[in-house]
């Protein structure tokens, strides 16, 4: 079974500049997780999907992070500007609800530095 | 707000020893809590999880063991190895099935 594919693995942009990172889910889950982690923290849920709509967003910073996931299968987070903040580690999760079966499959992350 | 904390942040035993991570919840609505293990540069990996219908639930040289009354549950290593040394995760699945992650323990195990 293929796991959840993440791209790029690593970026480097200067504040003020947009960036995306793509995540490919493992295939048939349909719950998709983004989380940010800071470094010596855990992660952090920026968004999650259930098919292609959204169940949280609640601590997602709207005015500069975007997320999408239009065919309930691969999923974009844009940021735009990034801050200096932004440094981090962007991971994609995935999962296949149901009962008895919620556990979360990591991609290998983005590893973000803002400059 | 929904929160998990995580204690201790650092952990050293020596090889053999025994290793417990603490966290606490407050949603009382909370019904899953997974434990991942993250090593450096690498993914987090779920080692163990439980529900909140049980109160300990082994595999190996790990347990997990929750109290529902206290919001409170723990990770248990035995005989740990220098291969179990790593950053470990502790989480809880709220009633808004959203999943809140603690801040992490890192944990040292000395040859």
């Known amino acids: 079974e293929a796991g959840v594919a993440q791209s790029p693995r690593y970026k480097i942009i200067e504040k003020r500049q947009s960036v995306a990172f793509w995540c490919n889910p493992i295939?048939?889950?349909?719950?998709l997780y983004w989380y940010q982690q800071i470094l010596g923290q855990g992660p952090k849920l920026l968004i999650q999907f259930q098919n292609n709509g959204v169940v949280d967003d609640s601590q997602l910073p709207k005015d500069r992070f975007s997320a999408e996931r239009l065919k309930g299968v691969d999923s974009t987070l844009k940021i735009q500007p990034a801050k200096l903040e932004d440094s981090a580690v962007y991971l994609c999760?995935?999962?296949?609800?149901?009962?008895?079966?919620?556990?979360?499959?990591f991609g290998p992350g983005t590893r973000l530095l803002v400059l | 707000g929904e929160n998990v904390e995580q204690h201790p942040s650092t952990l050293s035993v020596q090889e053999g020893d025994s290793a417990v991570i603490k966290c606490t919840y407050s949603?009382?609505?909370?019904?899953?809590f997974p434990w991942y293990k993250q090593e450096l540069g690498k993914r987090p990996q779920l080692i163990i999880d439980?529900?909140?219908?049980?109160g300990e639930k082994k595999d190996q040289r790990i347990a997990v063991t929750l109290n529902k009354t206290a919001k409170h549950f723990s990770l248990h290593i035995t005989e740990t190895q220098p291969e179990d040394s790593a950053v470990y995760f502790c989480a809880a699945k709220t009633g808004g099935f959203k999943t809140i992650f603690g801040a992490g323990t890192r944990l040292f195990v000395k040859a």
């Open positions: 439980i529900r909140s219908n049980v």
């Open positions: 949603d009382s609505a909370s019904n899953y």
């Open positions: 999760a995935s999962s296949y609800p149901s009962r008895g079966e919620e556990t979360q499959y």
């Open positions: 295939s048939g889950h349909a719950t």
